[in-house]
């Protein structure tokens, strides 16, 4: 007979969790893990709301499994450590992203690309090496091997420092591994949600031009004068297509709706890269032409590797790079929820998870 979720491990735990394709979220009762010996157990203060959680919840992908807690940018600060633990201490700030396990002997793995590991683990909707269900971090507490924790400087926002370890690293690393974080070279950056946003401040940081392209023409005074990008280009105003045809070196396209690449090949210069890291749910239209005249390149990148992941907070800590987050309780998460499905949000809802998480 198949043990309740709060039965299956020693360390009791609590979060909100769904039960269904609803994805209504209410308290639920689980457990995690005793403390191993390569283990670091922390305390959730902060968790970040990113959109795969609401296309998790409701099943839109078709690869859920209930009940599900949700939530994979989530920070907090350790209570306890295995013995062989090396790199963390009770006490420290701590981070977990998207994945706690993979098979770490692959190719990827062993070039710190575990994100890439063909059996990675997912921090929620996965199943562990123990073969119980792993649940992810609307919850009071974590259990994580030390290899797929990230260390947060003293320094950092812990609520506003969440959301990068989802949206910060996916779109730090394109702009790493595509040579795109050199100063004077010009970016585009489709979308501004909270992929965008973040895409904008780390191309900043990098020393590059930004140019922000949306279906929005209301979001360029938030673009240019609050986030600091250089230029803005409504995506939906052929003439302003026409003047910027040919001077990007690459682009960042953070959105997951259906939409047209062809008009963003045209912008980009010879030899230069579109990075998809949306995931819109059918196929995109490409023809070859633009690409063979102009040795253009279409790449896809997802997250990053907890190596990367280090260096992408490493790298935030240093140059001030933050989240814009609105901070709101656990309570009113399926709130945040319809909010965020009408993109209703500037531009991460992050769970005070640490202050307003009551036990079920």
């Given at each position: ?244 045809l040919g001077t990007m070196d690459g682009i960042i396209d953070t959105v997951s709706a259906q939409h047209a690449i062809l008009p963003l090949l045209g912008l980009l210069k010879s030899q230069g890269k579109l990075v998809l890291v949306g995931l819109p749910e059918k196929p995109l239209e490409l023809s070859a032409f633009p690409l063979v005249g102009g040795r253009k390149t279409v790449a896809g ?60």
């Amino acid at each position: 007979m198949a043990k309740l979720p709060e039965d299956e491990h020693p360390q009791k735990a609590f979060g909100w969790a769904a039960r269904d394709s609803s994805g209504v979220l209410s308290p639920f009762k689980f457990s995690r893990r005793a403390t191993g010996d390569k283990d670091v157990t922390f305390k959730v203060l902060y968790c970040g709301i990113c959109h795969s959680d609401l296309h998790f919840i409701k099943n839109e992908w078709g690869n859920a499994s209930y009940p599900v807690v949700p939530g994979h940018e989530f920070v907090g600060e350790v209570t306890e450590v295995g013995n062989k633990v090396k790199n963390f201490k009770v006490g420290d700030k701590v981070g977990v992203g998207c994945m706690v396990g993979s098979c770490l002997s692959c190719n990827s793995c062993e070039n710190s690309l575990e994100n890439y590991c063909p059996k990675m683990i997912l921090t929620y909707g996965s199943t562990y090496y123990d073969g119980t269900k792993t649940q992810g971090g609307y919850s009071n507490m974590m259990v994580v091997d030390e290899q797929f924790v990230v260390r947060i400087p003293e320094n950092m926002q812990l609520d506003a420092t969440a959301p990068l370890l989802c949206a910060g690293v996916t779109v730090y690393s394109p702009l790493r591994h595509f040579g795109l974080d050199k100063p004077g070279l010009h970016i585009g950056v489709v979308g501004l949600g909270g992929l965008g946003h973040m895409a904008v401040k780390f191309g900043k940081a990098f020393g590059v031009k930004v140019t922000v392209i949306s279906t929005s023409p209301n979001k360029k005074d938030e673009a240019v004068n609050r986030l600091g990008a250089d230029a803005f280009l409504v995506s939906r105003e052929p003439e302003q297509i026409k003047a910027a045809l040919g001077t990007m070196d690459g682009i960042i396209d953070t959105v997951s709706a259906q939409h047209a690449i062809l008009p963003l090949l045209g912008l980009l210069k010879s030899q230069g890269k579109l990075v998809l890291v949306g995931l819109p749910e059918k196929p995109l239209e490409l023809s070859a032409f633009p690409l063979v005249g102009g040795r253009k390149t279409v790449a896809g990148s997802c997250i990053g590797g907890m190596k990367e992941t280090q260096e992408m907070i490493d790298f935030a800590a240093k140059h001030g790079v933050k989240a814009d987050v609105e901070v709101v309780a656990m309570d009113y998460v399926n709130t945040a929820m319809e909010r965020l499905t009408k993109s209703d949000v500037r531009y991460r809802f992050v769970i005070d998870v640490g202050n307003t998480l009551k036990a079920a």
